[in-house]
């Protein structure tokens, strides 16, 4: 495995009583390749996505290993990890209001992040902030530089935490549930930019939805996960239109709404699997 | 095309309706009309789902007509009778008649309730028990509307926090059904379930508007779920109704630019 990711036999418990949340899990995720997460709650898609950003708990133990560019992650000491986070790895959450500071004006907390690599100046910040909120499609980048996060709308500020991901061109980039709470019509548009911006800076994506649609729009690649491992990986096309894992299946068919005629009882998971019969 | 062939509103009294219904919120410079001018007929038997993104109004015109706010101007009817305007006591047939359930199960179950008191909170209401038929609160119908949305009996004993979302949206669904209303109000309930509970929580949605012939009235911003469930639909932007008619017609011919830009703007799978 030489991927700018490599994940392998990750394990991760949260205390001797309670079922692991990763089971040894590993994948890995080549340059520029886009790879969506797919779960329920508590599958550990989340939990995979924390490790790889050094953001567990302290009270999680972890073993196996998560290299990034070939540099080994896990047991990486902190003041290390937030080194590389907002540098080698940018980050998009589901609600951004967590990742924005609610008392700094918006231009300022992009070009923190700027400062994160310690060679940008004050002056070139500001024009390459401009630029960069032009970049995710603001037309008035002045007036969003100077608003504070509460007067922008929930998609205006996902598109501030994508730009700030963004900014340092890191080589990956690390989504969780970031439309889910967003309107359909804008979430439509955040994604498309997501799209374009991958697209352009060559940078890998861990994308992670319970939403099958957002993942087959945005990923080439899929993994779906439950109870902490990986029942099935691949392409989106063959994950999609043949999955092979009975759990997948299940998923598959509850996510095609659209197939459904009214009045008709709508496919569930239990259809296709049985918990009881995993493991 | 013939206009008054998509219009939802049967030559039937409505059961709930909103006359020229406006909410307003704030004054002055920050003044924000979250309805403006609404009306809306719900005739009996009528499976309506109101589709909208946030800040549409579509919350804040069930609230309206469920009386759990007042309009601005205009006015709310329940079976011909206003409701705006008039003091709680006045409200029991509509209390009793008409129930609720929202999005979040995990806000609207009191946490410190059994799953048992919860059920059958509403039928110890003696503004509920106003209405003569409103079913006792015993045992017995516990565990009828406790099996009728497919919970074990044992639950009873349960708190809120020990069950998984999609039971704890099986309980609210149990709460609005104990008394027995005509009409289901559901906004958002499947909004943030897990997509495999979701399908579940829809079935049974289903099962139960078909086998108790219930009024529904479903809000959502997702319009894939709406076409599950409803047979009209209403569309709102900012405060008003851009489009309604039947669901058929209004899935798969949108008129209204809107209304197309919702529907394209649903992700499908792509396999």
């Given at each position: 495995m030489n991927g700018l990711l490599d994940v392998a036999d990750l394990r991760v418990e949260f205390g001797r009583h309670r079922a692991p949340a990763l089971r040894g899990v590993s994948f890995s995720l080549q340059a520029g390749q886009r790879l969506g997460l797919i779960g329920e709650s508590g599958s550990g898609?989340?939990?995979?996505?924390?490790?790889?950003?050094?953001?567990?708990?302290?009270?999680?133990?972890?073993?196996?290993?998560?290299?990034?560019?070939?540099?080994?992650?896990?047991?990486?000491?902190?003041?290390?990890?937030?080194?590389?986070?907002?540098?080698?790895?940018?980050?998009?959450?589901?609600?951004?209001?967590?990742?924005?500071?609610?008392?700094?004006?918006?231009?300022?907390?992009?070009?923190?992040?700027?400062?994160?690599?310690?060679?940008?100046?004050?002056?070139?910040?500001?024009?390459?902030?401009?630029?960069?909120?032009?970049?995710?499609?603001?037309?008035?980048?002045?007036?969003?530089?100077?608003?504070?996060?509460?007067?922008?709308s929930g998609g205006q500020r996902q598109r501030v935490v994508l730009a700030m991901a963004v900014f340092n061109r890191p080589g990956l980039i690390i989504c969780d549930e970031p439309t889910t709470a967003l309107d359909v019509t804008v979430q439509a548009r955040v994604l498309d930019l997501l799209d374009e911006i991958l697209g352009e800076s060559g940078a890998a994506?861990?994308?992670?939805?319970?939403?099958?649609?957002?993942?087959?729009?945005?990923?080439?690649?899929?993994?779906?996960?439950?109870?902490?491992?990986?029942?099935?990986?691949?392409?989106?096309?063959?994950?999609?239109?043949a999955p092979r894992h009975p759990y997948t299946q299940g998923l598959v068919a509850t996510a095609r709404l659209d197939l459904v005629t009214p009045g008709e009882r709508l496919p569930t998971i239990e259809d296709y699997f049985r918990r009881e019969d995993f493991r | 095309m013939n206009p008054a062939s998509r219009s939802p509103v049967a030559p039937v009294t409505a059961l709930l309706e909103a006359r020229g219904v406006t909410r307003r919120y704030g004054d002055g410079r920050r003044r924000v009309d979250a309805l403006r001018r609404v009306d809306l007929a719900v005739p009996p038997g009528a499976r309506i789902g109101i589709v909208g993104e946030s800040g549409s109004g579509k919350s804040t015109l069930v609230r309206l007509l469920a009386a759990l706010d007042r309009p601005t101007s205009g006015e709310t009817l329940f079976r011909g009778r206003r409701t705006s305007g008039v003091p709680e006591r006045g409200l029991a047939d509509l209390r009793s008649s008409v129930q609720l359930v929202f999005q979040d199960p995990r806000s609207s179950l009191d946490p410190r309730m059994t799953v048992g008191r919860i059920v059958t909170e509403p039928l110890r209401s003696r503004r509920l028990r106003h209405r003569g038929d409103v079913p006792s609160p015993s045992a017995d119908r516990l565990q009828e509307?406790?099996?009728?949305?497919?919970?074990?009996?044992?639950?009873?004993?349960?708190?809120?926090?020990?069950l998984s979302g999609g039971q704890r949206q099986r309980v609210a669904i149990a709460r609005a059904l104990a008394p027995d209303p005509e009409v289901l109000i559901a906004d958002e309930p499947v909004s943030a379930l897990d997509v495999a509970v979701r399908a579940h929580v829809l079935n049974l949605?289903?099962?139960?508007?078909?086998?108790?012939?219930?009024?529904?009235?479903?809000?959502?911003?997702?319009?894939?779920?709406?076409?599950?469930?409803?047979?009209?639909?209403?569309?709102?932007?900012?405060?008003?109704?851009?489009?309604?008619?039947?669901?058929?017609?209004?899935y798969d011919r949108p008129?209204?630019?809107?209304?197309?830009?919702?529907?394209?703007?649903?992700?499908?799978?792509?396999?």
């Open positions: 898609k989340t939990v995979t996505a924390l490790a790889v950003m050094g953001l567990l708990p302290e009270t999680a133990r972890v073993s196996g290993s998560v290299r990034l560019d070939g540099r080994e992650l896990v047991g990486l000491p902190d003041a290390q990890f937030s080194d590389l986070r907002g540098v080698a790895m940018g980050m998009v959450f589901q609600e951004p209001m967590t990742a924005l500071d609610p008392t700094m004006r918006v231009g300022r907390q992009v070009a923190e992040v700027a400062l994160l690599r310690g060679r940008a100046t004050r002056g070139d910040t500001r024009t390459n902030v401009l630029q960069l909120l032009t970049r995710v499609g603001f037309v008035d980048p002045e007036r969003i530089a100077d608003a504070y996060p509460h007067q922008l994506c861990l994308f992670i939805s319970h939403d099958l649609a957002v993942v087959s729009r945005v990923c080439s690649h899929a993994m779906v996960m439950l109870d902490g491992d990986v029942v099935e990986s691949g392409p989106v096309s063959q994950i999609f239109a | 509307v406790l099996a009728g949305v497919g919970l074990a009996p044992e639950l009873a004993h349960r708190y809120p926090h020990e949605l289903a099962d139960l508007v078909r086998a108790r012939g219930l009024t529904l009235v479903f809000v959502s911003h997702d319009l894939a779920v709406v076409r599950l469930l409803c047979d009209t639909v209403v569309v709102m932007k900012d405060g008003v109704i851009v489009e309604q008619g039947s669901m058929e017609e209004v008129r209204d630019p809107y209304t197309a830009a919702l529907l394209a703007a649903v992700p499908r799978l792509r396999s």
